[in-house]
């Protein structure tokens, strides 16, 4: 998605049979998921509105960039980035990707009400680093900036936030 002066965009709500409005990509296979690079004035990831890649394979995870004047995480809207496992033909398949890494620029962040910012991994893959820049970071009302893993390494946090950094339930 690409910007323009003073455009808003919004990913809300479900779609089509009770699946978030997203941005994705994945990989099943030996193959790196595809990289997603977002840019918008404004952003608002809202209602379980994503933007995501994971595996279940070997390969890893594609990096997502986002870069917003103003982004907004609420209401279970999420970027995130997983290795993950899936029950297939009666057996664990386990992702053995690493899950990739989130880049997000903005002059103004709000992760709010459930919202999140994840790099996960449930597999053997290494679970990806967060970079979040921002002029002001406010993180309230059960919002997450979050790395974990199960079987492997929880990925880096950084967080550079010029003016504010804001944390508070």
Not at 49 to 74: K, P, R, Y
Not at 102 to 128: F, K, P, R
């Amino acid at each position: 998605i690409g910007y323009s002066s003073g455009a808003m965009y919004y990913l809300t709500g479900q779609v089509f049979r009770n699946l978030p409005s997203a941005i994705a990509s994945a990989s099943a296979g030996i193959g790196q998921a595809g990289q997603i690079k977002v840019s918008a004035g404004r952003l608002f990831l809202l209602e379980r509105g994503v933007i995501s890649t994971g595996t279940i394979g070997s390969g890893a995870a594609g990096l997502i960039q986002v870069t917003a004047d103003e982004l907004q995480i609420h209401s279970s809207g999420a970027i995130s980035n997983s290795s993950n496992t899936l029950f297939v033909n009666d057996q664990w398949v386990v992702g053995t990707g690493p899950s990739g890494n989130i880049e997000v620029n903005a002059n103004n962040l709000l992760i709010t009400t459930d919202g999140a910012i994840a790099a996960n991994s449930l597999g053997i893959g290494e679970a990806g680093a967060l970079k979040i820049r921002a002029n002001t970071i406010r993180v309230l009302d059960k919002g997450l900036a979050i790395t974990s893993a199960a079987q492997a390494t929880g990925g880096n946090i950084y967080l550079t936030a010029t003016n504010l950094l804001y944390l508070d339930d």
